[in-house]
């Protein structure tokens, strides 16, 4: 296996390379003239619905729990991890980069809402089923069944061999025996317990855990970011200027920085920002498809959040910490670069409070992506797939701390792209879909807001 990994890094580079990101960011500036920069003019009102959606349509969760389970899996490491990873190779310009990504990326979280309750179904459990592959078939025709079945697949992959499982067990365990000197082999037993509890519950019970655990988290980490920069608010408007400035010129070599081009600082902001909230990879919609609404704008608006929230929020939170405190420049990287600038404002208590942060992240993430992988195995197999897929997904879990297999880690983000051909491919083909239902539920509430004219 380790001959082939080589070959599969080539892969891997050229997958995230110029191709996908050009569709990735390429298919939100398509979508975002289309809506007319609804992300700009809509995003009051979309973090509004958040609390205040009516939840009277059909479905399974709250929008509010819906939203919760996407965020559960894509607030995770990459916004820690993801994003050291992004500055220490692209600089502190990769963070402008990141931005842009993500403000693109909010009209295709938007999109991919909208989509997912637009042509969702019920499954023979009487449960709503619904996200790429249902709008792929539903929406552009069964001749794309094909296409639909290649989604689901790949989804399944991601879930048992990439996001979904070993990245984040290794995470928690070995952040936890750094941390705390707590043993490998106890953490993951006490982590699989946890997992296995939770799964085997199903939707309700992971959306009840989610709505619980990420806001509280999201919080947390706000919280003590904000007090790292409100420690080093002087320096603020310097390390924004260095941001937008290196995102253009490139940064020079500094300390045990090795130095970087636009290119670099471009391509590693874009990748990680995607990497980290997912949009235009299909993952949301899957989670978005279950939230009861009768409006498919909507829930489109809702999840559109989840970019903010995760990128513009949560992101750059850590993209300032790294900055002002000067980190990215020393030869740590990874979660140990963001822990030294946690430390460099709080002492070792900040190491430790990042690492409980990573360890909710890591954790809400892998409740996130075992229920995107159980909807894709309904789809291609129905419900008698569920209990052998959540059995298997447990015992990676229980065995993802002990696994080190580089070329299995490559081949997940490998398919991790290539779970977003597909769902890109559907969304430039149904956007006309997308701005019709956007129109009907514009003008249906400017209609209601407006006084009537009887006396």
């Not at 600089?91 to 809402?113: C, D, L, N, Q, R």
């Amino acid at each position: 296996m380790e001959s082939f990994i080589p070959i599969l890094n080539a892969i891997d580079s050229f997958m995230w390379g110029p191709p996908l990101i050009t569709l990735l960011v390429g298919t939100g500036i398509y979508l975002t003239i289309r809506l007319k920069l609804l992300q700009v003019f809509r995003l009051p009102k979309a973090l509004k619905l958040i609390f205040k959606a009516q939840n009277n349509g059909r479905g399974d969760v709250s929008s509010f729990k819906a939203l919760c389970v996407a965020l559960a899996a894509t607030v995770g490491t990459g916004n820690i991890v993801g994003v050291a990873t992004a500055v220490k190779v692209g600089g502190p310009g990769a963070i402008f980069w990141m931005w842009v990504a993500a403000f693109f990326g909010m009209a295709t979280k938007y999109s991919e809402g909208l989509l997912a309750v637009k042509f969702r179904s019920i499954d023979e459990k009487g449960e709503i089923a619904g996200g790429p592959m249902f709008y792929i078939r539903n929406g552009m025709g069964e001749k794309w069944k094909p296409l639909a079945t290649f989604f689901a697949l790949a989804c399944i992959g991601v879930a048992y061999f990439g996001i979904g499982t070993f990245p984040q067990v290794n995470a928690i365990v070995d952040s936890m025996q750094i941390s705390f000197g707590f043993p490998k082999i106890a953490t993951d037993v006490i982590l699989t317990v946890f997992i296995a509890a939770i799964t085997l519950g199903g939707l309700q019970s992971i959306a009840k855990v989610a709505s619980g655990i990420v806001p509280f988290m999201a919080l947390t980490y706000v919280a003590i970011s904000l007090g790292l920069i409100i420690l080093n608010l002087d320096q603020v408007p310097a390390a924004i200027a260095m941001i937008i400035n290196d995102a253009f010129t490139g940064a020079a070599a500094a300390g045990g920085f090795a130095g970087s081009t636009v290119m670099m600082a471009m391509q590693n902001g874009v990748a990680r920002g995607v990497f980290s909230n997912e949009s235009g990879l299909g993952s949301a919609p899957i989670a978005a498809a279950a939230a009861k609404t009768k409006w498919p704008a909507e829930q489109g608006l809702i999840s559109m959040t989840g970019t903010f929230i995760d990128t513009i929020i949560i992101c750059s939170m850590t993209g300032l910490a790294l900055v002002l405190t000067g980190v990215w420049q020393g030869d740590a990287a990874g979660a140990a670069m963001t822990s030294a600038a946690f430390a460099s404002a709080y002492g070792f208590f900040g190491s430790q409070l990042l690492t409980i942060a990573l360890v909710l992240f890591a954790f809400t993430t892998i409740l996130g992506w075992n229920y995107y992988g159980e909807r894709a195995c309904i789809y291609l197999f129905g419900s008698k797939g569920v209990l052998p897929y959540r059995l298997i997904f447990i015992a990676l879990i229980a065995s993802g701390a002990f696994l080190k297999l580089e070329a299995i880690w490559i081949l997940a983000d490998i398919v991790n792209g290539l779970m977003a051909i597909p769902n890109l491919i559907a969304l430039i083909a149904l956007s006309g879909v997308i701005v019709a239902e956007t129109n009907k539920y514009m003008n249906r509430h400017k209609k209601a807001a407006q006084p009537s004219s009887d006396k």
